[in-house]
């Protein structure tokens, strides 16, 4: 991924007489250093870089497979993890600064979530965890192929779109949910029904990855704080979670057929 660089930006560099005068003065071995440098990076810059914010994400994943293998060795910590992953992921979506220790602690949270229910799943449906794993891992590389090449972009009418579906999801959710406390049975996303409705949210969920790049690559244009490659990571992981346990519902239910 190519990084944005400030000093292109710089109107002094490009244009300025006393720049231009300047340059003049140096030695064609001097010009030749200055190319042979690396590009500055986020800790010379203070900004946000795809290298740095990689380096963000790649953190709050590691963080979040250390906690998913504890999960997984004892799954009751699903629960607690689910209840604190909620709690956070409400703090860190709305806080206006972000806080990499808050984010971490996300994906700790989460972690304890996605190993003890992958533990579950994986008792029930033998082998279901690695067939989620790679359809996780295919649909965001798809989905991040796409967006590199121009083909899918983040627009307003499809954001509006977006909203509209997540929100008419949440009601959904919200009223499975209470089927579920009163029934005790998952009764709406069972059969043919809970695969579509499973499919129409691993749609939303590639869209989403689709706006997290798209935040990515505006940041770095714009060059946004560096502390913001933390927002990112906060919304990939966030992002890569729920796509997950999606694809981890629907091979259950075809598994289950």
């Known amino acids: 991924m190519a990084t944005s660089n400030p000093a292109f930006s710089r109107n002094a560099a490009f244009g ?16 030749q250093d200055m190319y042979n440098k690396p590009s500055a990076g986020s800790q010379d810059t203070g900004h946000m870089t795809y290298e740095d914010t990689i380096t963000k994400t790649g953190i709050a994943f590691a963080v979040l497979i250390v906690a998913a293998a504890v999960g997984w060795m004892f799954p009751i910590l699903m629960i607690p993890g689910a ?5 956070l992921g409400l703090v860190n979506t709305f806080k206006k ?14 972690g304890l979530f996605v190993g003890g229910i992958s533990m579950l799943f994986n008792g029930a449906y033998q082998g279901i965890v690695t067939q989620a794993i790679l359809a996780t891992l295919v649909v965001v590389g798809v989905t991040l192929a796409l967006f590199r090449s121009g083909k899918i972009r983040a627009s307003k009418k499809a954001t509006k779109v977006f909203i509209i579906a997540m929100v008419g999801y949440g009601v959904f959710q919200l009223i499975n949910l209470g089927l579920m406390v009163f029934t005790g049975a998952d009764t709406m996303r069972s059969g043919w029904f809970g695969v579509a409705i499973g499919l129409f949210a691993v749609i939303l969920a590639a869209y989403s990855l689709v ?9 770095v244009q714009n ?3 560096r502390k913001y490659g933390w927002s990112a990571a906060f919304g990939i992981v966030l992002t890569v979670v729920w796509l997950y346990v999606e ?11």
């Not at 007489?17 to 010009?31: E, F, I, Q, V, Y």
């Open 16 to 31: 300025a007489p006393g720049a231009l005068a300047a340059s003049r003065t140096l030695s064609d071995n001097d010009l």
């Open 83 to 87: 209840i604190a992953g909620f709690v």
């Open 97 to 110: 600064e972000p806080s990499a220790p808050l984010i971490l602690t996300f994906a700790a949270a989460q």
């Open 211 to 219: 706006l997290d790049f798209d935040f990515v690559q505006k940041g």
């Open 223 to 225: 060059r946004a704080p």
């Open 247 to 257: 694809l981890l519902r629907i091979f259950a239910i075809l598994r289950g057929e």
